[in-house]
């Protein structure tokens, strides 16, 4: 299983930004997609934005394209998450994951992905 940690949460005004970032605890080799996804009380998780290795060929929901951008970090199999122009709606607690399987483009499927963080809390107040 691979350990994934997560930082960057936190809380701030509706129009705000905040960045979020994931790294394996450990060195790990052979990821093909990384991702974030969220998650609020009562609802499914969701998935917010991909990225593949290489190229990093990315995937978003549609409730976040144009205001959120994910990218690959400087550390190796790190991502992070630049969330600008917050809304109350993206408030919720935010996963990293990743998963080993080739794939042509990385989904937002939650059964996707066999390895998470323990998630960073978001709140968007309005």
């Known amino acids: 299983q691979v350990e994934l940690m997560e930082s960057g949460g936190g809380s701030v005004q509706a129009g705000g930004s905040l960045k979020l970032s994931c790294a394996p605890r450990?060195?790990?080799?052979?990821?093909?997609?990384m991702a974030w996804f969220r998650q609020v009380p009562g609802k499914e998780r969701e998935g917010v934005a991909t990225?593949?290795?290489?190229?990093?060929?990315?995937v978003y929901a549609d409730s976040v394209k144009g205001r959120f951008t994910i990218s690959h970090g400087n550390a190796k199999n790190s991502i992070e998450l630049q969330m600008n122009n917050l809304k109350p709606e993206d408030a919720g607690v935010y996963y990293c994951?990743?998963?080993?399987?080739?794939?042509?483009?990385?989904?937002?499927?939650?059964?996707?992905?066999?390895?998470w963080g323990q998630g960073t809390q978001v709140t968007v107040s309005s």
């Open positions: 450990e060195r790990t080799s052979g990821v093909i997609c």
């Open positions: 990225i593949g290795r290489g190229g990093g060929r990315t």
């Open positions: 994951a990743l998963h080993f399987r080739w794939v042509q483009d990385c989904g937002t499927a939650v059964n996707d992905y066999q390895h």
